[in-house]
């Protein structure tokens, strides 16, 4: 799960002049020498993973005070190489622990000696699970306390990467379920090498220098095996030299031990235009006893040509049944990464804002979506701009992003609160701005889809700059997803993330100017007495940003008529039986028909 979210965090850190001293920070620097290399002395990635996965551990063991063992790592892509006689600068500490596991971030550069020049190879969060005690207890971990700006970023954020982990796999099986996933080109395919050649099958048996200081085999030493026989498969089929450029997300299901012998099979699933995918699999046995599945991995491999772009690849015929199955689900892990690349690597200046909402690419918006509101809640440059019977206006000012954010506690529990303020359709009874909005797709129990209608600051065509009189304006529509999350640990709030998507369904329509929402939504934490902190947040784009901008200016207190009214909206609601809570919840669940989900939106809408 790499992407620009990672890269602002590391620009931020840069900029960061704080010194905080993080315990579980790592750091390991190594000069790479001509055994560390493959043959065109560049640094293998196989001895690269092995250093990653022992300074994570080592910073995951500082953290747990107890032996760690690598569970998985999230996608790694590779973005440059590394030669000899450079320097590898390896740094890794724990954003955030859960019960039994931690997540570890690790951030790899490299620098040049000579030249005084450093650049970032990687980045990717491995996970670390403890061992159990010697009576078979599990260890429980303590929490993390962020310290830095971009700590707390990293803490906020982890939470919604976990839940995307827990979903990796069901991703790729929703999507050949639901035929989303394209099929291949038989034709093309019925001239291609037959993936049989591509098949390679190696055995390594563990010894003490392979494994760690539990005497478990390291996870970094597994998958530089599994780099080299999937090496030797895509060689195979390019007949050059490959280049390994993303490693897809990967999970370690049990340990390995010296004296154990580990089986590694890699075939070539599929091919495209410039790249290929190599699945490796890798197996344990002893002498005696069936083999144990350690690891599965799927490896993407380009040829660079002379200027060092991606050469055209000769395609690949699957062997039938198990080969196909191969094929097509490397094809839907391709559209994943893709379909990730674009929606959370796409920088905010980029037009259109509102990226196309399709169910291949939901878990990713989502996941966008919420972590997007939990790095703008945690960032800590945000200036008071204006205050007025303990609710409060704040600004940040960003490059050219201007953001803000209004805050006050109320009398109502943060469960309850997050109940109410998650269900936009009621907005409209407290919240002058929403005209209207209509549910119009149910995504499933975190994810909502509605079109809200603004009173509009443009007039005429869409994206018209041109302010006019109250009766010359049109209605301005979004088309926003709600993405809501509960806290997964002590001391994190409730989150209602909210960003424009596009729908098919749903063009622009003839009278209204179509509006888009950065980053916007709540964050509900519960503090003392049953009451709550409730915040909202808003990325100002061209289109929200003239509704606030007198109150910035201290010109109006709209903002503070507006956050009475949602309070008051809160307290009369605050005691609403539990039990018509649920029942209306196993009312939407039972049906997603566009008609039931209208009159239920218009239902709530009378609250």
Avoid at 225 to 251: E, G
């Amino acid at each position: 799960m790499t992407s620009t979210l990672t890269d602002d965090l590391m620009e931020e850190e840069e900029e960061d002049e704080e010194s905080c001293f993080n315990p579980t920070e790592v750091k390991m620097s190594q000069i790479v020498m001509p055994c560390h290399c493959n043959h065109r002395q560049e640094l293998s990635v196989g001895q690269l993973l092995k250093w990653m996965d022992s300074t994570a551990c080592l910073s995951a063991e500082r953290h747990a005070g107890s032996l760690c063992v690598t569970a998985s790592m999230d996608d790694i892509h590779f973005e440059h190489t590394i030669s000899v006689g450079q320097v590898v600068n390896i740094r890794a500490k724990v954003n955030r622990a859960f019960n039994t596991s931690m997540e570890v971030g690790i951030h790899v550069s490299c620098e040049d000696l000579f030249s005084d020049r450093h650049w970032r190879v990687c980045h990717s969060y491995a996970t670390f699970v403890t061992q159990r005690t010697n009576t078979g207890q599990k260890v429980t971990l303590r929490p993390v306390v962020p310290q830095s700006q971009q700590e707390h970023v990293e803490y906020s954020v982890a939470a919604e990467r976990r839940r995307v982990r827990m979903l990796h796999s069901d991703i790729i099986k929703e999507l050949l379920s639901s035929g989303s996933v394209e099929q291949a080109d038989s034709s093309a395919m019925c001239s291609g090498m037959a993936a049989e050649k591509t098949r390679v099958e190696s055995v390594e048996l563990v010894l003490p220098p392979h494994a760690n200081h539990q005497v478990n085999t390291f996870g970094g030493q597994i998958m530089a095996w599994m780099v080299n026989v999937a090496t030797i498969a895509a060689s195979r089929l390019c007949q050059a030299h490959p280049t390994l450029r993303t490693i897809d997300m990967f999970t370690f299901r049990g340990p390995s031990q010296v004296g154990d012998r580990l089986l590694l099979r890699a075939i070539v699933n599929n091919a495209f235009k410039n790249s290929l995918e190599v699945g490796v699999r890798a197996e344990a046995y002893q002498e005696e006893g069936p083999n144990r599945h350690i690891n599965s991995a799927f490896m993407i491999f380009e040829v660079l040509d002379d200027g060092g772009k991606p050469s055209p690849l000769p395609r690949i015929r699957p062997e039938p049944v198990e080969g196909e199955r191969r094929c097509q689900e490397a094809i839907a892990r391709k559209k994943i990464r893709l379909d990730r690349k674009y929606i959370v690597s796409r920088k905010q200046s980029e037009v259109p804002l509102s990226v196309p909402w399709e169910p291949r690419n939901q878990v990713y918006l989502s996941y966008n979506n919420v972590s997007a509101l939990k790095m703008l809640a945690a960032k800590k440059n945000w200036r008071l701009s204006t205050e007025k019977d303990k609710v409060r206006l704040y600004t940040l000012e960003q490059k050219s992003m201007l953001s803000f954010r209004v805050e006050a506690e109320v009398d109502v529990p943060a469960h309850r609160a997050f109940c109410l303020l998650a269900e936009l359709s009621n907005r409209t009874s407290w919240d002058t701005h929403y005209k209207k909005c209509e549910l119009i797709h149910r995504v499933d129990d975190d994810d909502f889809i509605y079109r809200v209608v603004t009173p509009s600051v443009h007039q005429g065509a869409v994206g018209s700059p041109t302010s006019s009189s109250q009766g010359d304006r049109i209605l301005q529509d979004f088309i926003l997803l709600a993405s809501k999350r509960k806290p997964c640990g002590q001391g994190d709030p409730y989150v209602i993330a909210l960003r424009s998507v596009s729908l098919s369904t749903h063009p622009h329509f003839e009278g209204y100017n179509r509006g888009e929402v950065l980053c916007a939504g709540f964050t509900i934490l519960e503090t003392n007495n049953n009451m709550s902190l409730v915040s909202y947040y808003n990325q100002a784009s061209p289109e929200v940003l003239p509704y606030i901008s007198t109150d910035i200016a201290g010109l109006s207190s709209s903002f503070y008529h507006n956050f009475c009214s949602c309070s008051q909206y809160l307290s009369r609601n605050r005691l609403q039986p539990a039990a018509e809570e649920l029942a209306g919840t196993n009312e939407a669940t039972e049906t997603n028909s566009p008609t039931h989900l209208l009159s239920e939106a218009l239902h709530s809408t009378k609250l």
